[in-house]
């Protein structure tokens, strides 16, 4: 089987997020970009095919600032991923999906594949909606918010769950499909030291910007542009409620939430 | 519009009263129904017409035969904004509308405003911890929307009028997959996470899986959807799919109820876009009341009980699911 499994390089977890000079992006001067949330998982789920049916490849491509997406790509390789491309992004389409997801596309149309792995929304912005578009352009089916995703080789099947917000499908497809992965058979794991090693030595095939510069001008947009980043009005902590009894304590909270927040 | 099992689902409806304000007198709101939906629900949905696309795909089939459809009414109608409802599966189908139609594109939206050209909307990004603010600057747009965020209206004092178009058919190849089973989330425990108005969720406070039921009866009495911390899930006290957080469900209902959740990034990832927030916890320190609206400083065993039992005192009893 082979396996093309899509990563976005996102800031980690515990980044102090602000907004720059200009006051439309997050200012990214001291973000650490990792592959992260979703994402890391995908690559996880893939490494677990790949132990579960042998001769099975994987190719990770990642989108992003050539040093960003590099990162991420090396992070993969040092977890077992066997190859890699790098597509470096152009400036300003970075908000729209829909041209992330004609590169991702124009790239992962060169390599044949039967399973396209993607998480299901970046740990980032988290719009959710690129692993769709990609599969679109392809002409592939694609599935979201998936979980349990196993490779039935007799049947010559891909069987998974869909966790959608009523209701969890059980469902099989045949390959090629796109799978926008909520959750791995298990916890992502740690690359090891010798790997880790390797992998900064590992090539990485680049997508040079011109080539996608070209594609996207073939076909033209009107812009996405940001216009502001913000932060929430920092949230001046929990209004205590002072009580002299759990009684007390619940009625006062219950007056509060129907007359004060009104969500009751 | 979204539906589920053969009845639209709530959400559709935040969606109608939104492109109506948004078309103004003049415009025109046209719904599509992904499949046939009882009549007395179609009079309820305040747009001129509906478009019904018949037969419904399948349960399990991609969201490409939907997309077709969409992009089919959005030209027709030389719409110049498709919204779209803002589930897991909304979003799939909005990333293929907006490809397939060459239109801007959005997803998780709160507010939508026309801009100098195209539009102009703001989203939560970095599961709420910012917001972002896009100007999508085309003539055509997709724009799914956040559950939660916009009222849902009042029923049209005329109904729209009804129209039929077949489902198409695509190339297997394109659609895939299939069902082979298919359950309800957690039947009969209440509204699931995404889609309920209020969530209350317990973490390691609790202590074991015997007193999650405090969690539980809390969240009966309210009409809420349960919802757990990792600590929680790894523990096996309750299944993965209770997980609220970066690596589990992210959820933006109207209220958020932490009960012994000590408030870690990787938790506020997942719910720090809810409109009120409470926590209950006995540290009175804990990360989890800095960024609660309300706050319980307490002895969670004592706390719960009493709470459920004066929320089933001022409701009159058990009452129905709060999702809309
Ligand atoms: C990569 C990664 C991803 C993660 N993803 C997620 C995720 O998606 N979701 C998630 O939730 N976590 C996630 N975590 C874990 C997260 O970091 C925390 O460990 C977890 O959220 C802690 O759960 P908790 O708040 O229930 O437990 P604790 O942090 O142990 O907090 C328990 C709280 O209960 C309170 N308490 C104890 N007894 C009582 C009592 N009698 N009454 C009232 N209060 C009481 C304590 O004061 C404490 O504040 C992730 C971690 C990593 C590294």
Redesign the interface.
């Known amino acids: 089987m082979e396996i093309v499994v899509l990563i976005k390089p996102v800031?980690e977890?515990?980044t102090r997020?602000r907004p720059d000079r200009g006051g439309a992006e997050?200012d990214p001067a001291g973000v650490k970009f990792v592959l992260a949330?979703?994402d890391e998982?995908a690559v996880e789920q893939a490494l677990l095919l790949k132990e579960s049916a042998p001769g099975t490849t994987i190719r990770a491509v990642s989108l992003g600032p050539l040093a960003r997406s590099e990162e991420v790509l090396r992070a993969a390789l040092a977890l077992g991923v066997d190859h890699a491309t790098s597509v470096e992004e152009p400036p300003g389409v970075a908000?729209?999906?829909?041209q992330v997801?004609?590169m991702l596309a124009f790239v992962v149309s060169r390599y044949s594949y039967s399973l396209l792995l993607g998480g299901?929304?970046s740990?980032?912005?988290?719009?959710?909606?690129?692993?769709?578009?990609v599969?679109?352009?392809l002409?592939?089916?694609?599935?979201?918010?998936v979980?349990d995703l196993k490779w039935d080789p007799i049947a010559g099947r891909f069987?998974f769950r869909?966790?959608?917000?009523?209701?969890?499908?059980?469902?099989?497809?045949?390959p090629p499909?796109m799978i926008?992965l909520q959750?791995a058979w298990n916890d992502p794991r740690t690359a090891k030291l010798p790997m880790i090693l390797r992998s900064r030595k590992a090539p990485i095939d680049r997508v040079p910007r011109a080539e996608v510069e070209a594609l996207l001008a073939r076909?033209p947009?009107?812009?996405?542009?940001?216009?502001?980043?913000?932060?929430?009005p920092p949230?001046m902590?929990?209004?205590?409620?002072e009580?002299s009894?759990?009684?007390d304590?619940?009625?006062k909270?219950?007056r509060?939430?129907?007359e004060e927040?009104k969500?009751? | 519009m979204e539906s589920?099992r053969g009845s639209l689902?709530a959400e559709s409806l935040e969606a109608l009263p939104l492109a109506r304000s948004l078309a103004g007198p003049s415009g025109e709101v046209l719904g599509v129904a992904p499949g046939p939906i009882p009549e007395a629900e179609a009079a309820r949905v305040p747009a001129d017409r509906i478009r019904v696309i018949d037969p419904a795909a399948p349960?399990?089939?991609?969201?490409?035969g939907a997309?077709f459809s969409l992009v089919e009414a959005a030209q027709d109608s030389n719409a110049s904004l498709v919204l779209v409802v803002g589930?897991?599966?909304g979003?799939?189908?909005?990333?293929?509308v907006?490809?397939?139609w060459?239109?801007?594109?959005?997803?998780?939206v709160t507010e939508i405003r026309p801009g100098t050209?195209?539009w102009?909307v703001v989203r939560p990004?970095?599961?709420?911890?910012?917001?972002?603010?896009?100007?999508?600057?085309?003539?055509k747009a997709v724009v799914?929307l956040r559950p939660h965020a916009f009222s849902p209206g009042s029923a049209p004092s005329t109904p729209p009028v009804i129209e039929h178009r077949a489902a198409p058919t695509l190339p297997p190849?394109?659609?895939?997959?299939?069902?082979?089973?298919?359950?309800?989330?957690e039947a009969g425990s209440g509204p699931?996470?995404?889609?309920a108005s209020?969530v209350v969720s317990g973490g390691r406070g609790l202590r074991s899986a015997e007193n999650f039921h405090l969690v539980e009866e809390l969240a009966r009495s309210?009409g809420a959807a349960v919802g757990a911390s990792r600590a929680v899930t790894d523990a096996g006290w309750r299944p993965?799919?209770y997980q609220v957080g970066?690596?589990g469900q992210?959820v933006s209902p109207?209220?958020y109820v932490a009960v012994g959740i000590s408030g870690a990034?990787?938790h506020l990832?997942g719910m720090?876009s809810s409109?009120?927030?409470?926590?209950i916890n006995s540290d009175?320190q804990a990360p989890i009341?800095?960024?609660?609206?309300?706050?319980?400083?307490?002895d969670l065993f004592?706390?719960l009980?009493?709470?459920t039992?004066?929320?089933r005192r001022?409701r009159g009893g058990p009452s129905a699911p709060a999702s809309r």
Do not use: N, W
């Not at chain 1, 869909?162 to 045949?174: C, M």
């Not at chain 1, 812009?223 to 913000?230: D, E, I, K, L, Y």
């Open positions: 800031p977890a515990e997020l997050l949330g979703y998982s908000h729209d999906p829909v997801a004609r299901k929304q740990g980032d912005e988290g719009s959710g909606c690129v692993p769709s578009a599969a679109e352009f002409g592939v089916p694609d599935f979201g918010s979980t069987t869909q966790s959608l917000e009523r209701t969890v499908l059980s469902v099989e497809a045949p499909v926008g959750q076909h947009r009107p812009a996405v542009r940001a216009v502001s980043f913000r932060l929430p949230r902590g929990a209004r205590m409620i009580y009894s759990p009684q304590a619940a009625r909270l219950v509060l939430l129907t927040a969500v009751l | 589920s689902v349960p399990g089939a991609s969201t490409a997309a589930s897991a599966r979003r799939e189908l909005a990333g293929r907006a490809a397939r060459d239109a801007g594109l959005a997803t998780g050209q195209g102009t990004v970095f599961g709420g911890r910012a917001t972002q603010e896009l100007a999508l600057e085309g003539r799914a190849l394109a659609t895939g997959g299939g069902v082979s089973a298919e359950a309800p989330v699931s996470l995404a889609a209020i309210l993965a799919s970066q690596t992210s109207q209220l990034i990787q990832t720090m409109r009120v927030i409470v926590a009175a009341f800095r960024v609660s609206d309300y706050g319980i400083a307490g004592a706390i009980p009493a709470l039992e004066e929320i001022v």
